[in-house]
């Protein structure tokens, strides 16, 4: 009878600390809410819809952050997207057995550089590089509203490439646990019926199918959060535009930078608001992609442990 | 073979090259990053950086010994919530895996993970700046602490499963409760893995700078005092690379490359203690 009243204890106990993980979650949004209601208040709907940002006259306006927050990540994501599907098959289905380990380490290792050390690299390697490609594009092509603007170097374009080599790593790494989990008889099905390996792979990508959604979708709440690299290469101007060369702002960078200048009030709230947003946007994004990779879980016979790489050991 | 045949082998080599050089796609931005950091890192990391204050802007030399004893000092505040709770939370998931609460859960640790440190830092902010009215290296490191909660948990309940199913077994056999079986036996068996996992968690925090911005703040002088605004690494060499001067640049490559060097290390660090974890499981 004691052990398990023990058994008991030691369940509440552990659970106890548990739930303060959920709570964290909870206050979070709790504690954000709190902070922005009075931006929440004055503008309502408004402060989505406008571009007006003047803390001087207490007036604003998020749309341009949204802008670019949301255009940097799917730039990042057109670009990345190929990529760490790319990798993720060749390491699991193509690569020779000796140099799966190597190389599955390697990419993971992208996820663990610290983004201020891609932010350093992006501002003095990559940028004057940026600004070549601009000075070269041909004049027929700056006609194209999506190459119009001064060839700066930080821009759109520079973020979407340093935020694309930043997410790959977490997108490839959990597609590649996903096809590795994919049981074996769906791809000799394929070659019993007399498909090429391609076609094989092909039809192992289609059974993994939600779960490699979900792997992108990881991939892209992490680049609508990244903070400092982008901060550093995008420019930091706040405007609508599809030009790729023209300097933008993301909600993250206008966060990073104006928040210890926030002097009012009103000001303060309307630059949490603006975290509230990026909060609710990232855990929905979140939910979603890992909904997506533990139902498939539930259809394969063995578990597929999500990666502590992706979390940890990168 | 047919001409169909040979169109579609054709097609499939095509692909499978594409795969490849996606990974050496990967690989070049790596490359570049560990070397550009070598390269100018290596030569500018020298015994001033460890143990020299600032020096004020026109004066060359100087270094980082205050950012560095104020990464140290945040990452232990950090560490010193963060490990008991997500330690504990950690064995729960492992002990009670398949309850609905533990999904709940790993589900909420998970989504934690996803949360842009930028915004945990507003959470810090809110919590631990406003009421005082002062930024602080507690709220700084209670942001890294929030941060470094997901990994631990994780990171624990991967390691914890990984322990021999035999050795619980014979702790309860035993008669030991459950409390003595996972902490006399299960945790000990996993623990150099799971420290290892908490060093690298650390090593993650070390690297945030976001969340510290407007928490820890930065400070130019030497401070260990947790009631006032804290240097960090990162945060200077975020205002060292935004800096107008070439020796803050050379700073700054510095601080980047020490803080590749100390992720890197403690990441093969815990690829070994993990191996060795899984080559206990082998009969």
């Not at chain 1, 303060?20 to 929440?40: A, D, K, W, Y």
């Not at chain 2, 035993?174 to 290892?196: D, E, N, Q, S």
């Amino acid at each position: 009878m004691r052990r398990s009243s023990d058994d008991r204890k030691f369940r509440l106990g552990t659970g106890a600390f548990a739930a303060l993980v959920l709570l964290i979650v909870i206050g979070i949004g709790f504690e954000l809410t709190r902070q922005s209601m009075l931006s929440i208040t004055k503008f309502g709907l408004k402060f989505w819809t406008t571009s007006t940002w003047d803390p001087v006259s207490g007036d604003f306006g998020a749309l341009p952050f949204i802008w670019g927050t949301l255009y940097s990540a799917i730039l990042a994501l057109l670009l990345a997207t190929p990529i760490a599907l790319g990798i993720a098959i060749f390491i699991s289905e193509l690569s020779p057995r000796m140099l799966r380990t190597p190389l599955a380490y390697l990419t993971d290792l992208l996820a663990a550089i610290p983004s201020i050390v891609y932010g350093l690299w992006g501002v003095f390697v990559m940028v004057p590089f940026v600004r070549k490609l601009e000075v070269a594009t041909p004049d027929a092509l700056k006609q194209l509203s999506l190459f119009k603007g001064p060839p700066l170097g930080v821009g759109m374009l520079a973020a979407a490439l340093i935020l694309a080599v930043m997410v790959i790593p977490f997108s490839s790494s959990v597609a590649r646990e996903i096809l590795k989990n994919v049981p074996s008889a769906q791809r000799e099905a394929a070659y019993a019926l007399g498909a090429t390996r391609w076609e094989a792979i092909k039809v192992a990508i289609g059974f993994g199918k939600s779960g490699i959604i979900g792997a992108v979708m990881l991939g892209f709440g992490r680049a609508l959060g990244e903070t400092i690299a982008v901060t550093m290469v995008i420019g930091n101007s706040p405007q609508v535009t599809a030009s790729l060369f023209k300097p933008q702002y993301t909600m993250a960078a206008v966060i990073a930078n104006e928040f210890t200048e926030a002097a009012d009030e009103l000001y303060l709230h309307a630059l949490i608001e603006i975290g509230l947003l990026l909060f609710i946007i990232t855990v929905a994004v979140n939910m979603i992609s890992r909904l997506l990779i533990w139902s498939m879980k539930r259809r394969v016979v063995a578990p597929i442990v999500m990666p502590v790489i992706e979390e940890a050991t990168a | 073979m047919t001409a169909n045949l040979r169109r579609r082998k054709l097609f499939s080599r095509f692909f499978e090259i594409l795969c490849g050089l996606a990974v050496v796609i990967a690989l070049i931005p790596l490359a570049m990053i560990l070397f550009y950091v070598i390269k100018e890192g290596a030569g500018a990391l020298n015994w001033d950086f460890f143990t020299k204050m600032p020096k004020p802007v026109g004066e060359t030399g100087g270094g980082m010994a205050n950012a560095i004893a104020g990464t140290l000092i945040l990452i232990g505040i950090a560490a010193l919530f963060a490990v008991p709770i997500g330690g504990i939370c950690g064995v729960h998931l492992a002990e009670y895996p398949s309850t609905k609460f533990s999904s709940v859960v790993r589900f909420a640790a998970d989504v934690l993970n996803g949360v842009p440190s930028i915004v945990v830092g507003i959470f810090a902010y809110g919590l631990v700046v406003l009421p005082v009215k002062r930024f602080s290296a507690i709220a700084g490191g209670v942001a890294l602490g929030f941060l470094m909660i997901p990994i631990v948990v994780r990171t624990t309940e991967e390691l914890l499963r990984l322990v021999p199913g035999g050795l619980r077994e014979g702790a309860l056999a035993l008669g030991a409760t459950r409390g003595r079986a996972v902490f006399g036996v299960i945790v000990p068996a996993a623990l150099p893995g799971i420290l290892t996992g908490i060093l690298v968690a650390l090593a993650r925090v070390a690297g945030e700078t976001a969340p510290l911005l407007f928490t820890a703040l930065n400070n130019r002088f030497w401070s260990t005092s947790l009631t006032q605004p804290i240097a960090s690494l990162t945060v200077q060499v975020y205002t060292y690379a935004q800096s107008p001067y070439d020796d803050w640049h050379r700073q700054a490559w510095a601080g980047a490359f020490l803080l590749v060097m100390i992720i890197l290390t403690l990441s093969i660090a815990a690829r070994l203690a993990v191996r060795r974890l899984e080559r206990m499981n082998r009969p």
